[in-house]
């Protein structure tokens, strides 16, 4: 379903629902790393975020679903700095 590298999969609680990190084989060079929401049932897929920079660092985004699936939460790096992102998964479903 992710023909990129796959860093990093984590599933919803109910296994309907998956979010991954993808695209390392190029980041340095294309700034092509994506967190992206996959829907197992509709076969949907949302990217959440796409052409991450890169900042110098080998920061991966970790997404992972929290507060009983109702997010997903992962970081993403910048020029000395990391920061915290929070998308809510009832408008990716939707």
Known sequence: MWPEALGHAYSSKS???L???HGYKE???TDS???SFYNIETKAEIDIASAMP???EQN???PYFAMNDKVI???FAEKKRNSFA???TGQLIK
Do not use: L, M, N, Q
């Open 19 to 21: 979010v991954g990190d």
């Open 27 to 29: 980041w340095e060079i």
């Open 86 to 88: 929070i998308t809510f």
């Open 60 to 62: 991966h985004p970790h």
């Open 33 to 35: 790393v994506r967190v």
């Open 54 to 56: 890169f900042s110098g």
């Open 73 to 75: 939460c992962y970081t």
């Open 15 to 17: 296994g309907k629902y």
